[in-house]
Structure formats: C-alpha cells, structure tokens
Nanobody, 116 residues
Framework: QLQASGGGLVQAGGSLRLSCAASGRTFSTYMGWFRQAPGKERELVASITWSAGNTYYAASVKGRFTISRVNAKNAVYPQMNTLKPEDTAVYYC????????????WGQGTQVTVSS
C-alpha cells in the first residue's frame, strides 16, 4: 500500500515536499511520481531506485525537483522547488518491481496547486 501526502496550494516560485510511504510487503525496485493535470495525460516526473538511489527526472522538472528515499522508512520524498503554475496537477506515487515492468502499484493522488 502506498500513502501519498504533502500537496497543497503554493505561490509560483515556492516549494513543496511530497512524501510517499510504502506499507506492507514491499518488493518494488522503482518508486515513481506521476502527475496528471486536467485535460492532460499522466506523465512520469521523477523516479528513484530503492537500492542504488538512481534517479530519473522529466525534462520539465529537471533542476527544480529532487527525489530522495529513506529505505528504513520505506518512504520517498520529492522536493519540488521553483514551482510554476504549469506544475499544478494531481500527483501520484507508484511502484514497480523491475526496470522492464510497469507501475502496477499506486497510491492515492495529492493535489498540488501553484498560483501565479
């Protein structure tokens, strides 16, 4: 089970830190954060591997978002800085078992709204 939190309303240029805690039996290799804005497709914005901490960032957030994990807490934290109105979306955390698998495990979404 994945539990996401930390969304809210922030002004452009501000920061938010989301969190996603995994409970129960965790066998995932990758943890990802997706977002979906109204009328747009869901997109992967960042991911991290539990073991080595290898990260991926979408071009739209690179340099502004930083994803980290705390293995002992089974938790992943995307730090979102210099937020823009176009970052407004529902953000979801998800997990997958391997590089070749799909994200099969999803948490509930958390709303991030960036005002101009």
């Amino acid at each position: 089970q994945l539990q996401a939190s930390g969304g809210g309303l922030v002004q452009a240029g501000g920061s938010l830190r989301l969190s996603c805690a995994a409970s129960g039996r965790t066998f995932s290799t990758y943890m990802g954060w997706f977002r979906q804005a109204p009328g747009k497709e869901r997109e992967l914005v960042a991911s991290i591997t539990w073991s080595a901490g290898n990260t991926y960032y979408a071009a739209s957030v690179k340099g502004r978002f930083t994803i980290s994990r705390v293995n002992a807490k089974n938790a992943v934290y995307p730090q979102m800085n210099t937020l823009k109105p176009e970052d407004t979306a529902v953000y979801y955390c998800a997990a997958k078992l391997s590089a070749d698998s799909s994200y099969d495990y999803w948490g509930q979404g958390t709303q991030v709204t960036v005002s101009s």
